[in-house]
């Protein structure tokens, strides 16, 4: 599933073809979507939010989320069943295996832009004050929840916790605030070195713990399937501290 830094890769993509104030030509594909209400409407904004991808219109917002394997092309496409193809100043925008909605009127109403790990506005506190009200979760599921931390996903997951030395099934309510803020920290943090080895092609050369079998101090890594949703992790039981 494409995370927060990935998503900011395809804003840069978009915003370098200067379509703002531009008007969308031609609107098709098989997603859930009116496309006649698109076509017409003119560019206002390119943004993101975690793991959505916004193209802002007038009064309109489409959002897509390219879930566990959307992709994209500009100018190219593909046999696999188009969701959504945009024409927007004779440039082409083919989105593939993704969710496409529509979002009516003011953006800032649909969306915290606190809780986007990578935003400017991004808000520690709130974060901290979200884990504590749920403080009966594992930090496993508080860093995939994308109210807490939006953009952050499995590999920026097991990557921060490794960092924080936490083991993924510690319980909220047994970690001290101070290692809740040092966990929070390095997730943001690791997003924006995430960002910085993507560009570079570097990313799955910088993993310490993600698909690996031995830490960095040598020690075996565990596979595990915990949380809500079962999701990977992988843990050093000898760096990483089961607070629980």
């Known amino acids: 599933m494409p995370e927060g830094p990935s998503l900011l890769i395809l804003k840069e993509k978009i915003k370098a073809l200067k379509l703002e104030g531009h008007t969308v030509e031609a609107a098709s594909g098989n997603a859930d979507v ?3 209400r698109l076509p017409g409407k003119k560019v206002t904004g390119i943004k993101t939010w975690g793991k959505h991808f916004l193209i802002c219109l007038e009064n309109l917002t489409i959002r897509i989320h390219l879930m566990m394997f959307g992709t994209y092309l500009i100018n190219e496409s593909k046999k696999t069943p188009l969701k959504l193809r945009l024409v927007i100043n004779d440039t082409e925008i083919n989105f593939y295996t993704c969710v496409v909605k529509l979002i009516e009127g003011d953006l800032d109403l649909a969306y915290d832009w606190a809780a986007d790990i990578m935003a400017d506005q991004w808000d520690l506190a709130a974060a901290i004050k979200k884990m504590k ?3 009966q979760n594992l930090i496993c599921d508080a860093l995939l929840d994308q109210d807490i931390f939006s953009g952050v996903g ?3 997951k097991n990557e921060a916790l490794y960092r924080a030395r936490v083991h993924p099934i510690s319980k909220i309510s047994d970690l001290p605030t101070k290692k809740l803020k040092e966990i929070a920290n390095e997730a943001r943090d690791y997003s924006f070195d ?3 080895w993507r560009k570079a ?3 799955s050369k910088h993993w310490e713990v ?3 079998k031995i830490c ?3 020690h075996k890594i565990e596979k595990i399937n915990v949380g809500k949703n ?3 992790s992988f843990v050093c039981p000898v760096c990483q501290k089961n607070y629980s």
Do not use: H, V, W
């Open 133 to 135: 009200a749920e403080d």
């Open 194 to 196: 995430f960002l910085k």
């Open 34 to 36: 009116d496309m006649d």
């Open 201 to 203: 092609g570097t990313l």
């Open 216 to 218: 960095p101090l040598g």
């Open 210 to 212: 993600y698909s690996k």
């Open 154 to 156: 499995n590999i920026i």
């Open 230 to 232: 079962k999701r990977s």
